[in-house]
């Protein structure tokens, strides 16, 4: 999520535009704050890559992000005190926003290069992970954390994490575990894997671009790119099999006890339990639907259902607990969040249908996504299930 009105000195620099006429580049400048997204920047990167579309010079656009991190996501602190000073739907404005963002990413009709040098959570994942091309180093790390602080997990992530192979996009959704560039690429959430001392040579060649080939372009990324050789043994395919087994359960209780029953000792599973057992309990059954539903949906379908939960999430049509997350987590950060339901069996299959529904208040409509000249295809998917 990301609304941010807060003003501080690189305000106007937050995001940077270069390039040629060719080839334009997209930078996230907040490295202090890990690029964190507010509105400020969400409106100017729509700006921009909406007239680098209709430029009939640009061949290609470049998105990217300065410092230790692509982004780890939206300004969710400073969307907190608007709606804690306002009105939830001052909220839900800026969020709209995002995902408009994010559709805007996923259907760009010119090829858009996402180079994710360093670590990509929530938000950053929806600018990303909805790129044409995907590139990613040794030093990426990637996670969608949202049920650790009341959120769940959203900005098209039960579009692209639905799409993984096997059920591995629900413990990616449920733990919020964080997984490395080479094991990114591995899973199909990323197209090229790249050393990080590589990225600016590959910058250097793509500056040179002249066409919007998609294949050519792919090529020209290749040559730059490491192989990722799916071994046997390498994580994701020594886990599969219970990654499959245990979050294929039909119900996150049944999820967490099947995690339970496996053998303790390994420290992934234990990190998985112990994330699971902290979170906010509602997400984790939204987070699960959601990510289920979404294998059936078209992407634009699962955007629409992300803002009704967003916005049944900060009107508090169930629980409180977005702003108890935010306040335990990220202001008062004594990370102990008082969540409400405080157990799993405690949160009802109609508490979770609540979140999903429309909302009866005047004015309150579902998420309207503008038509687009370019619609989200196969290539993704084709892509990932090579992989």
């Known amino acids: 999520m990301a609304l941010s009105h807060k003003f501080d000195k690189d305000y106007y620099n937050q995001v940077l535009f270069e390039g040629n006429s060719c080839v334009k580049k997209i930078i996230l400048n907040r490295p202090r704050k890990l690029n964190i997204l507010n509105y400020h920047m969400i409106s100017q990167m729509t700006q921009k890559l909406k007239l680098y579309e209709s430029d009939q010079n640009v061949k290609l656009v470049i998105l990217k992000g300065k410092g230790k991190a692509f982004c780890v996501g939206g300004d969710v602190v400073s969307a907190y005190t608007c709606i804690m000073a306002g009105h939830w739907v001052v909220g839900a404005k800026g969020y709209e926003k995002q995902l408009m963002l994010d559709h805007i990413i996923a259907t760009y009709k010119k090829p858009l290069i996402a180079m994710v040098d360093g670590i990509v959570m929530g938000g950053g994942a929806g600018l990303s992970m909805n790129a044409t091309f995907r590139v990613v180093t040794e030093k990426t790390v990637f996670a969608m954390p949202e049920a650790e602080i009341g959120l769940f997990t959203d900005v098209g992530a039960s579009y692209f994490l639905s799409r993984l192979p096997g ?221």
């Open 167 to 387: 059920h591995f996009g629900e413990y990616l959704a449920l733990t919020g575990a964080r997984i490395n560039g080479r094991e990114i690429v591995e899973c199909g959430l990323a197209t090229h894997f790249i050393l990080s001392k590589n990225l600016l040579l590959l910058e250097n060649a793509l500056e040179m671009v002249t066409f919007g080939d998609k294949a050519a372009i792919s090529e020209i990324i290749s040559k730059f790119s490491e192989e990722i050789a799916v071994e046997e043994d390498s994580f994701f395919n020594r886990r599969l099999d219970i990654f499959n087994k245990c979050f294929s359960r039909k119900t996150v209780e049944e999820i967490l006890s099947s995690l339970e029953q496996e053998n303790g000792q390994e420290e992934w599973i234990l990190k998985a339990i112990n994330s699971m057992t902290s979170s906010w309990p509602s997400s984790l059954k939204i987070s699960c639907r959601s990510i289920r539903e979404g294998r059936v949906q078209a992407l634009e379908q699962c955007l629409i259902c992300d803002y009704t939960i967003f916005c049944n999430i900060v009107r508090r049509t169930v629980s409180n607990d977005f702003f108890e997350g935010s306040r335990a987590m990220l202001l008062e950060k004594d990370k102990k969040p008082k969540w409400e339901p405080s157990k799993l069996e405690l949160v009802t299959e109609e508490m979770v249908e609540r979140c999903f529904a429309k909302i009866d208040e005047d004015g309150w409509e579902f998420l309207k996504l503008p038509a687009r000249p370019y619609s989200v295809d196969d290539d993704t998917t084709a892509v990932r299930a090579r992989l």
